[in-house]
């Protein structure tokens, strides 16, 4: 899974994360209805906010909207694990036992919300508000103090928010990143005799969506 | 053919300073009348008229570097050449077909690098382009899919995501046929197909651009018939090998010119010459 991240390679199909990252567990957030007028009425559809994680350093959020409910919670799970990122978590002070809260001050925005997170001392607890709470319960920060600002009440923002600064969480450059890195070969590269194989079509599952360019 | 302007030309010209002629020859030093400030660093001076003259050392380097990358990739057919514009497109394909890369001429479908549902998705290892303003959308897609990007870019071309730029006019054909023939020839002699040193017997004139009608007359040309020897440079080598070797004491014709009656005879040396060649009877100067 981190060899993912390592070369940034572009997940397309959800089930690979479901192989890597096992324990995966999702939560719909909530499901709001949001209508399109037409001159025959209003026509609404579903948005369904889904958060997945295994509590253990990867947080995945996806949105999605359908016409049905069931169709967009499904959509939106998906979505979720398409686009999980590892969170890094750090210690507060004194590095006993295992990191426990974030390596240092990360915020985060989206639309008006500011989600900021801070580093905690142990035993403090998620000190924030039950939405982001969620989210950093399934990324398995166990402490953590946030303050937020703009309109938390746009829960679709607010999530969003705290998604970017669990994100930034890794972009954050510490004196322990100084070491020059040793570059490993990227997958493309190390493969390339076995790519270059052409194989037959390994797509189990229905290969009849081609779209003709 | 040595430069009367070149100072103290006597001696033989090295590989670099030959190819750097023949860009000058092909105009790729002509810049634009604006100037990119990432190019600025390419950018020898600025004419009177207001046009930018390209650094063609800094070019040829660039090619070189850009070669080194071409060859450092295993296998050359996850490369892919592109080119949008119809003045590229002939020089791409020529390319590709001498070094062994995917071509794509004409217009690029959003979506070839990134949807993995499309009947044409690819996942490079590479991606070489003629100009980063037209071809922008592979940029964008390989962005995306973590392909590194050349282009050749002039001093006005958006440098985003182009990761090794070569600085160079990609407006004129003859420009763009001569930095695809450097570019190829660099990356055979670097996989030591050809050696360096000796003339490649491809000609640059392969990957200029032919406009529809200029292709035309010049067909209709071959068609009506063999006399025009000297007139036709587009045919090389290939042609003569076969005559030289099928009439060796015969008053062959020294330039080689496909025969519009060629398909007939099969290489049976013994024959009468005239009854397979009526019209060179004809037209032999002698």
């Known amino acids: 899974m981190e060899e993912l991240y390592l070369h940034s390679l572009p997940i397309k199909e959800h089930q690979i994360v479901e192989q890597l990252c096992p324990g995966l567990k999702d939560e719909v957030m909530k499901i709001t209805p949001v209508q399109k007028q037409t001159r025959a009425g209003q026509r609404t559809r579903f948005k369904a906010f889904v958060v997945v994680g295994d509590s253990n350093g990867h947080v995945g959020l996806g949105v999605k909207c359908a016409k049905e409910v069931a169709t967009a ?24 036992g295992l990191p426990h809260t974030v390596p240092c001050k990360v915020t985060g925005k989206c639309g ?4 900021r997170m801070v580093p905690a001392p142990r035993g403090s607890g998620i000190v924030a508000a039950r939405v982001p709470k969620k989210v950093l319960q399934f990324a398995g920060i166990d402490d953590v103090f946030t303050s937020s600002r703009g ?8 999530v969003k928010a705290t998604f970017d600064c669990l994100m930034k969480t890794y972009g954050f450059l510490t004196p322990d990143f100084w070491r020059e890195t040793t570059f490993t ?6 493969f390339t005799d076995i790519l270059a194989k052409p194989t037959k079509a390994l797509m189990l599952d229905a290969p009849a969506e081609k779209i003709e360019a | 053919p040595t430069m009367a302007a070149e100072g103290g030309g006597v001696r033989a010209l090295s590989q670099r300073e030959q190819d750097i002629q023949m860009m000058l020859a092909a105009d790729v030093h002509l810049g634009t009348k604006n100037c990119d400030f990432q190019m600025e660093r390419y950018v020898y001076k600025r004419r009177t008229d207001g046009i930018y003259i390209i650094n063609l050392g800094k070019t040829w380097e660039k090619l070189q570097m850009a070669a080194r990358v071409i060859v450092a990739i295993e296998n050359p057919q996850d490369i892919i050449v592109q080119s949008a514009r119809p003045y590229g497109q002939r020089a791409v394909l020529k390319f590709a077909q001498y070094t062994g890369a995917n071509a794509i001429a004409g217009r690029h479908t959003p979506g070839t690098f990134t949807n ?6 690819s996942e490079p ?3 070489i382009l003629t100009d980063p303003r037209t071809d922008h959308q592979p940029i964008k897609e390989s962005a995306l899919g973590n392909i590194p990007t050349i282009a050749f870019c002039d001093t006005d071309s958006p440098m985003r995501y182009v990761d090794i730029g070569i600085p160079a006019n990609n407006k004129g054909k003859q420009s763009i046929g001569c930095l695809f023939w450097l570019l190829a020839r660099m990356v055979l002699q670097m996989r030591g197909t050809i050696l360096p040193g000796h003339k490649w017997e491809i000609m640059v004139d392969l990957f200029f651009y032919r406009d529809p009608e200029e292709a035309k007359e010049l067909e209709e040309d071959e068609a009506l018939g063999a006399p025009e020897y000297a007139a036709v440079a587009e045919y090389t080598a290939p042609a003569g090998d076969t005559w030289g070797a099928e009439w060796p ?3 062959a014709p020294a330039a080689a010119v496909e025969a519009p009656a060629g398909a007939e005879w099969t290489g049976a040396p ?8 009526p019209t060179f009877e004809i037209n032999l100067p002698s």
Request: without cysteine; proline residues 3%.
């Open chain 2, 116 to 121: 993995q549902m499309q009947t044409s998705f």
């Open chain 1, 73 to 96: 919670i499904r959509g939106a799970i998906i979505l979720a694990k398409l686009s999980i990122v590892p969170v890094r978590r750090g210690y507060w002070g004194n590095k006993i």
């Open chain 2, 125 to 127: 290892r590479l991606l």
């Open chain 2, 249 to 251: 004491g015969a008053a």
């Open chain 1, 185 to 190: 070969k990227a997958p493309y590269q190390e």
């Open chain 1, 151 to 158: 309109s938390t009440k746009t829960l679709g923002n607010f």
């Open chain 1, 112 to 115: 008006s919300v500011t989600v």
């Open chain 2, 270 to 277: 013994g024959l009468n010459e005239d009854s397979y060649f």
